[in-house]
T-cell receptor, first 111, second 114 residues
Framework: KQEVTQIPAALSVPEGENLVLNCSFT??????LQWFRQDPGKGLTSLLL?????REQTSGRLNASLDKSSGRSTLYIAASQPGDSATYLC??????????FGQGTTLQVKP | KAGVTQTPRYLIKTRGQQVTLSCSPI?????VSWYQQTPGQGLQFLFE???????NKGNFPGRFSGRQFSNSRSEMNVSTLELGDSALYLC?????????????FGPGTRLTVT
């Protein structure tokens, strides 16, 4: 049974700092991994999708990496801003269309 | 292009009642999935529909059901509501099923059962 873990559960950093969010999964037989952002009381915003054959994806200040063999993914946020404050979720798909989510990391960027 | 829309955005129901939630996917998207989000359990998969057929179902009781229409719009229904059904219900759409395509989520329907 696939399990996804995100550590830490919460993170607080000063504005401008570079940071890394971690995601690990127990079954390496995934088809893709997706990172999402969720603002309080809102839906999920897709940030990056990494296919199983890819090692990383980049979008603006965000870079996500995937290491299937070790069951790990990281989301790197460069030059953090207060507007980046949100909960970040990673989810894996085993080619079933069913996303299995981690519990998320709540990020606070202080001005 | 309009995003995924969900209606209603908020609902308050009483135990024992039933409720129907609606989801309109992004234009051209044919796959629709539903998720339940609660503080205790996080995000859990309910079901996925493609071409009006349920492809996949999560571990929820039979009180939770859904359907998809020919225009890809989807509805989910919860009968005999329980207090524990209070949650944010999220709908996601993608071009096709499987893991190739990104899933895009709607704003959710906040259901409160009293």
């Amino acid at each position: 049974k696939q399990e996804v873990t995100q550590i830490p559960a919460a993170l607080s950093v000063p504005e401008g700092e570079n940071l890394v969010l971690n995601c690990s999964f127990t079954d390496s037989a995934i088809y893709n991994l997706q990172w999402f952002r969720q603002d309080p009381g809102k839906g999920l915003t897709s940030l990056l999708l990494i296919q199983s054959s890819q090692r990383e994806q980049t979008s603006g200040r965000l870079n996500a990496s995937l290491d299937k063999s070790s069951g790990r993914s990281t989301l790197y946020i460069a030059a953090s801003q207060p507007g980046d404050s949100a909960t970040y979720l990673c989810a894996v798909d085993g080619n079933t269309g069913k996303l299995i989510f981690g519990q998320g990391t709540t990020l606070q960027v202080k001005p | 292009k309009a995003g995924v829309t969900q209606t209603p955005r908020y609902l308050i129901k009483t135990r024992g009642q039933q409720v129907t939630l609606s989801c309109s996917p992004i234009s051209g998207h044919r796959s629709v999935s539903w998720y339940q989000q609660t503080p205790g359990q996080g995000l859990q998969f309910l079901f996925e529909y493609f071409s009006e057929t349920q492809r996949n179902k999560g571990n929820f009781p039979g009180r939770f059901s859904g359907r998809q229409f020919s225009n890809s719009r989807s509805e989910m229904n919860v009968s005999t509501l329980e207090l524990g059904d209070s949650a944010l219900y999220l709908c996601a759409s993608s071009l096709d099923p499987g893991g190739i395509y990104e899933q895009y989520f709607g704003p959710g329907t906040r259901l409160t059962v009293t």
